[in-house]
């Protein structure tokens, strides 16, 4: 499947974005408050954005619970219609662009608009070359029992189990391990 640079940023913002939800009561959202928000916008180097207030805070809180909720979906249909609502919802205009030193690409939102409509389109349509490629299955949660973070697979052979196989992934292979150490000594 090839990705393009915007789509691969797009998948990089909306599951960093999804990732900043609490899993449970017992962890502090990552997107408290407008700085951070500011934040976020800076890291993934969103154009046209303007100045953000409590407003978009909560919009884009709205966005990511949809978001978290294709992550989740079951099946393609159901992943389709949840980008569908939330792609038209966002009032898109697809416009081609060159901006800040980047090749020609598609910008899915309208210009001006908010930042959860920036990623509502944005984000919405990456995930949506997925599901019409047929690779919605692609759109995982991570398998640890301890973690639920969402990534997108993009491995060959679409084996990628752990949203990171440096922390998840070790830790349980160690924990198996040390199981089976244990089971053999007695």
């Given at each position: 499947?090839?990705?393009t640079?915007d789509t691969r940023c797009?998948?990089d913002?909306v599951?960093?974005?999804?990732?900043t939800?609490p899993?449970?009561?017992t962890?502090?959202?990552a997107?408290?408050?407008?700085?951070?928000l500011?934040?976020f916008?800076?890291?993934?180097?969103?154009?046209?954005?303007g100045?953000?207030s409590e407003?978009?805070?909560?919009?884009?809180?709205?966005?990511?619970?949809r978001?978290?909720?294709i992550?989740?979906a079951?099946?393609p249909?159901?992943?389709?219609?949840?980008?569908?609502?939330l792609?038209?919802?966002?009032?898109t205009?697809?416009?081609?662009?060159?901006?800040d030193?980047?090749d020609?690409?598609?910008?899915y939102?309208?210009?001006g608009?908010?930042?959860?409509?920036?990623l509502a389109?944005?984000?919405?349509?990456a995930?949506a070359f997925?599901v019409?490629?047929?690779?919605?299955e692609?759109?995982?949660r991570?398998?640890?029992p301890?973690c639920?973070r969402?990534?997108?697979d993009l491995s060959r052979n679409?084996?990628r189990r752990?949203?990171d196989?440096?922390t998840c992934?070790?830790r349980?292979?160690?924990?198996?391990?040390?199981?089976?150490?244990?089971?053999?000594?007695?």
């Amino acid at each position: 499947m090839l990705i393009t640079h915007d789509t691969r940023c797009a998948l990089d913002a909306v599951v960093d974005l999804v990732n900043t939800a609490p899993e449970d009561d017992t962890v502090p959202d990552a997107l408290p408050d407008v700085a951070a928000l500011e934040n976020f916008v800076r890291t993934h180097d969103f154009s046209d954005v303007g100045v953000l207030s409590e407003f978009d805070l909560s919009a884009v809180r709205k966005v990511r619970g949809r978001f978290a909720a294709i992550f989740s979906a079951s099946d393609p249909r159901t992943a389709a219609g949840l980008i569908n609502e939330l792609v038209a919802a966002a009032g898109t205009t697809p416009r081609l662009t060159d901006h800040d030193g980047y090749d020609w690409h598609v910008h899915y939102f309208a210009p001006g608009a908010s930042v959860a409509d920036h990623l509502a389109a944005d984000c919405g349509m990456a995930l949506a070359f997925f599901v019409v490629a047929g690779e919605q299955e692609r759109l995982r949660r991570c398998e640890a029992p301890d973690c639920r973070r969402a990534f997108v697979d993009l491995s060959r052979n679409r084996s990628r189990r752990y949203c990171d196989s440096r922390t998840c992934g070790n830790r349980l292979h160690v924990a198996a391990y040390r199981a089976r150490r244990k089971e053999a000594a007695g």
